[in-house]
């Protein structure tokens, strides 16, 4: 399932040529829209890697979880640290999960 | 020129706040074709709304010879509409009646 | 390079005793011995003492310790004088870190010891975990220019090139007229003391002539102000002058045989006519001038200049009558480029065009209404015993008419008051009194604002019974266009009554505006205007500075002034723009660092830089140029990849500091908040309380930053990933932010942040981000304490362990 952007949120990398989003993306899937915003041109390539979601600066980018991990409703958050992630996952029935992975970026 | 954005065909009572930009500084009563005609000037109807004394204000003998030429409203450096609250202020006494 | 193992030196002071009265000392002495990196660690009662330094210096040599953490309590004085007392071992001012107890409540809190022997322990790690990261720096020097570069020779600028002259600094004065002297040149009388302005002007004048240090470029503008503090290149188009300056020697032989009349106006001498038509003022002809004449609006320099365009064709009499053979009628305009140290810019003012206010008086439309400019120009040729060319005739005067607040404190023109003309029409009337005693004045007036002494001249033009001042504006009528007087009836709104006057002359005080010339430069160069569109930096702190570091305002440029002010601002701001003409800038080593490894080239630091001081290296990475840079760490706050580090103030030191809270000093149910403080304002206010005997809250980490807007989310998202239950981020109130808008960058960036947590399942009020002034060390602790009960209420961030 694709990214979804939240075009209020999102600032288009205030309008730079390469938006983060675009920089990030392995499959090169989001570009810029002609208002300013990303958004994903092919959403049934992308493969939900959610580099996209982590970087957004903003916190514009949402992934919606495919199907076989979890129905419609079901959410995973990453939020980035200096060298952690730490990912909420809440469930159709509104469970909540959530973990904290180190990143070795340093 | 500036554009007067004020409807004419308004006739809601006049608000005391509406004058408080007044500075008093005498530009309507220049630029008014009729202003020393009568006892009153313009910028003393004014002056009487701003004092709270809208019945002295609504009773002025200005009021009967202002001609709503909006030249007063034109000129005001602070904005005011004085030809708006002229004419609400005559119509405000006929509703007296 | 070979990694070294930090090695810390740890010592804590109890100066008062009140440290050790509250919690164990010899049990934190003995735990923080065990904090990773630390070698060494004591307990102190003096620092001070010969012999105690000496001990410490002695450990820095044998190489025992590397770096130190300073526990207790240290005034910034103190902070340098340990600094420098150790720098005599060799150790690196940057080497040291600060660990203020007291500001923590260490000893200061009643609660029990306990926790505060737990938060102590856990401020010396983060303290420690600071230390392990600091790298010994050096002030960066940058060879610099030493010259300066002058935007307008008005009086202001004049006195700007004086300044760096008598300081021996080489000099570029760009003037865009043909000679110096701005809009003094065509004033009549200087107030109070109505001494002649043109005398003023050759004081100033003496330290300029025959200076080989002064480059005076006339007819010049610049076209482009690129670079940083200390190595400006300014871009300057140059206009021919048609005249060799080495070889006039300003006989006048040229202008006896030029054929050409052109007229001169009242207000402007400009040399350029489509400018003044573009003014829409100039209506008053008072002289004419040879299309070849003296430099204007002030004869320096001393050379003849031509208006090539009222040349007729094929005309070159001047040329043949020239004894020295210094006009050359074939000169072309060329461009130069120009090295700069520090760029001042004294651009000066413009009248308001008097055909733009609607109630114009019937300026333009009736010849015997004029501005005050004009009214100088009569003035002066009346003092010089000279009448006017046209109507009306000087001689003749008997009442005249003066308005003030032409187009100044209007809503529908300028808001603000012009602030000279008031006390400008006092000396005109004295002056014309002076000159004709028999003429009646009448000064028709909303407020006289003459300010500090020039209340005097108002009081003595009030006594005066010949000049009547009426509080009210008039209407201006005349029986025919060309008619010798004018009808003003105003209303003196005092008295209610019509007062009705026939003028000879109607002088209107038209308002100060940022010249043509101050815009252009405004924009080549990339500054801001305020909201009254002038040059400005901070209307209070720094007001003749601008955001471009090394590029200084003054004089008429910053606001409306009268000459004495205008001086004074150009003196300020030739003062400020001396520490870039050293011929080196030293720059403070705590200057961001962008990664090259992590950077995304998001170019989102580019952006946001307040100062724009980023460029792009050949790579296309971002990179800050140093010169402008004031080191408020916006970019470090802003890089989504958390790129960009201040040194000895990374990312990895917060993240490291942070990191040793993960196990809470408090019981599980009490929260723990988080503040950055900004250091301008907020850690000020913070200090303050603690002076003051007011009670922090034991529940709070205070962490220093140069300016709110360098909190990085990286970093907050770290602090709540481990369990801190709040962050607070204090910075400045909106529009006071030292960094222009670090506080609103941040509030935007927490709030994204806040949106986030929502989706998270976390409270969002966990990140707030509040305005403290530093007098609000009262509101702080309410905010702190109202802040924990709030936090109380939500119950335990779902990270805590």
């Known amino acids: 399932m694709a990214p979804k952007v939240d075009f209020s949120k999102c600032d288009g990398c205030k309008a730079q040529d390469e938006p983060l989003c675009e920089q990030v993306c392995p499959g090169n899937l989001m570009t810029l829209g002609e208002n300013g915003k990303a958004y994903c041109r092919e959403t049934s390539d992308c493969w939900d890697c959610m580099s996209c979601t982590k970087i957004c600066p903003v916190g514009a980018i949402e992934t919606r979880m495919p199907f076989q991990l979890g129905y419609h409703g079901a959410k995973l958050i990453p939020m980035m640290g200096t060298n952690t992630i730490t990912w909420t996952c809440i469930d159709i029935n509104g469970k909540v999960e959530r973990f904290r992975c180190k990143t070795r970026t340093d | 020129m500036t554009e007067l954005t004020h ?91 | 390079m070979e990694k070294k193992i930090p090695k810390i030196g740890l010592y804590l002071c109890d100066a008062g005793g009140k440290i050790g009265a509250a919690i164990d000392l010899p049990g934190l002495i003995e735990k923080c011995g065990k904090t990773k990196g630390v070698e060494y660690c004591e307990l102190v009662t003096d620092p001070w003492s010969e012999d105690f330094l000496s001990r410490v210096r002695a450990r820095i040599k044998t190489g025992e310790i590397d770096r130190l ?192 009349d052109i ?73 130069q480029n120009l090295k700069a140290g520090a760029v001042v810019a004294t651009t000066g003012w ?31 040729r009346m003092s010089r015993g000279l009448d006017n060319l046209a109507a009306p005739p000087l001689a003749k005067l008997k009442t005249v008419g003066f308005v003030q607040c032409v187009g100044s404190r ?49 009081q003595a033009a009030m006594a005066s019974e010949d000049i009547l001042f009426v509080r009210g504006f008039p209407k201006i009528t005349s029986s025919e266009p060309d008619s010798s007087q004018v009808t003003a009836i105003a209303e003196d709104t005092f008295s209610g009554k019509p007062i009705k006057k026939d003028l000879d002359l109607l002088v209107l005080a038209g308002g100060m505006q940022l010249s043509q010339a101050g815009s252009e430069f405004a924009e080549i160069s990339g500054l801001p205007l305020n909201d009254s569109n002038f040059l400005t930096g901070h209307y209070q702190c720094y007001p003749e500075e601008s955001q471009r570091t090394g590029i200084l305002s003054g004089g008429c440029a910053r606001g409306p002034m009268n000459v004495s002010q205008s001086i004074d601002s150009a003196n300020r701001a030739a003062l400020k723009a001396l520490n870039f003409l050293d011929g080196s800038i030293s720059i403070n080593p705590t200057f961001p660092i962008v990664d090259k490894t992590k950077c995304d080239e998001c170019k989102r630091c580019v952006e946001e830089c307040p100062f724009a001081c980023y460029h792009y290296d050949e790579k296309g990475f971002p990179e800050p140029d140093l010169g402008k840079c004031r080191q408020c760490g916006n970019c470090m706050g802003t890089c989504p990849v958390a790129a960009i580090s201040l040194n000895n103030f990374t990312i990895k030191q917060l993240a490291a500091q942070i990191g040793v809270l993960e196990n809470s000093f408090l019981d599980y149910e009490d929260p723990v908040i988080l503040a950055f403080l900004c250091e301008n304002d907020a850690y000020l206010a913070a200090r303050a309380a603690v002076d003051s005997g007011l009670l922090l809250p034991l529940n709070v980490i205070y962490v220093k930053v140069p300016c709110a807007g360098a909190v990085n989310n990286a970093v907050v998202a770290d602090a709540l990933a481990l369990g801190i239950d709040g962050i607070l981020i204090a910075g400045c109130s909106d529009g006071q932010c030292h960094y222009v808008n670090g506080n609103r960058l941040v509030q935007k960036r927490s709030g994204d942040l806040r949106e986030k947590l929502t989706t998270m399942m976390i409270e969002p009020e966990r990140v707030r981000s509040e305005s403290v002034e530093i007098q609000d060390s009262a509101r702080l602790v309410r905010i702190l304490e109202a802040y924990i009960e709030d936090l109380k209420e939500l119950g335990p961030n779902p990270f805590k362990v």
């Open chain 2, 7 to 97: 409807s004419t065909s308004d006739s809601s009572p006049v608000n005391r706040e509406e004058t408080a930009p007044c500075v008093q500084c005498g530009y309507c009563s220049a630029y008014c074709e009729v202003a020393f005609l009568a006892a009153d000037t313009p910028r003393k109807v004014l002056r009487f709304l701003q004092r709270n004394d809208p019945d002295r204000a609504a009773t002025s003998s200005f009021l009967m010879l202002c001609k709503q030429c909006q030249t007063c409203s034109l000129t005001c450096p602070q904005g005011v509409d004085v030809a708006g609250i002229m004419r609400r202020l005559v119509r405000s006494r006929f509703l007296h009646y």
């Open chain 3, 69 to 260: 953490v300073w526990g207790g309590r240290f005034t910034a004085r103190q902070q340098d004088m340990l600094k420098k007392k150790l720098a005599e071992a060799d150790l690196n001012s940057h080497l040291h870190a600060w660990c203020d107890l007291e500001l923590h409540g260490i000893g200061q809190s009643t609660e029990e010891s306990g926790v505060q022997q737990k938060k102590a322990l856990s401020l010396i790690k983060m303290a420690a975990a600071h230390a392990r990261f600091l790298q010994p720096l050096e002030p960066l020097a940058i060879p610099a220019t030493d010259a300066a570069v002058v935007v307008g020779a008005g009086i202001a600028g004049l006195h700007v090139a004086a300044s760096f002259l008598e300081r021996g600094k080489p000099v570029h004065l760009i003037e865009q007229q043909s000679g110096v002297g701005g809009k003094v040149a065509l004033l009549s009388r200087f107030y109070p003391l109505h001494c002649d302005p043109h005398c003023g002007l050759e004081y100033v004048l003496k330290s300029l002539r025959g200076s080989d240090k002064l480059t005076l470029h006339t007819l010049s503008k610049p076209t482009a102000v690129e670079g940083a503090a200390g190595n400006f290149s300014v871009t300057v188009q140059t206009e021919p002058r048609y005249v060799d300056e080495n070889r006039c020697n300003g006989c006048g032989q040229c202008a006896e045989v030029c054929p050409v």
């Open chain 3, 263 to 335: 007229p001169i106006f009242g207000d402007s001498v400009q040399d350029e006519p489509p400018y003044q038509q573009e003014k829409g003022i100039g209506s008053l002809v008072i002289d004419t001038r040879k299309a070849i004449h003296p430099s204007l609006p002030y004869g320096f320099p001393e050379s003849y200049v031509v208006e090539r365009h009222a040349c007729p064709e094929g005309c070159a009499k001047c040329e043949g009558v020239c004894p020295t053979n210094a006009i050359e009628l074939n000169q072309v305009s060329r461009e």
């Open chain 3, 350 to 380: 413009d009248p308001y065009p008097l055909s733009k206010v609607n109630t114009n008086f019937g300026y333009g439309v009736y010849q015997n209404v004029i501005g005050n400019l004009e009214m100088e120009q009569l003035l002066s």
């Open chain 3, 410 to 458: 209007n809503n529908l023109h300028l808001s603000y008051c012009s602030s000279v003309c008031c006390s400008a029409t006092i000396k005109q009337i004295q002056q014309l009194k002076s000159l004709q005693p028999d003429v009646t004045c009448v000064v028709y007036y909303q407020d006289m604002r003459c300010n500090g002494f020039e209340e005097d001249m108002y």
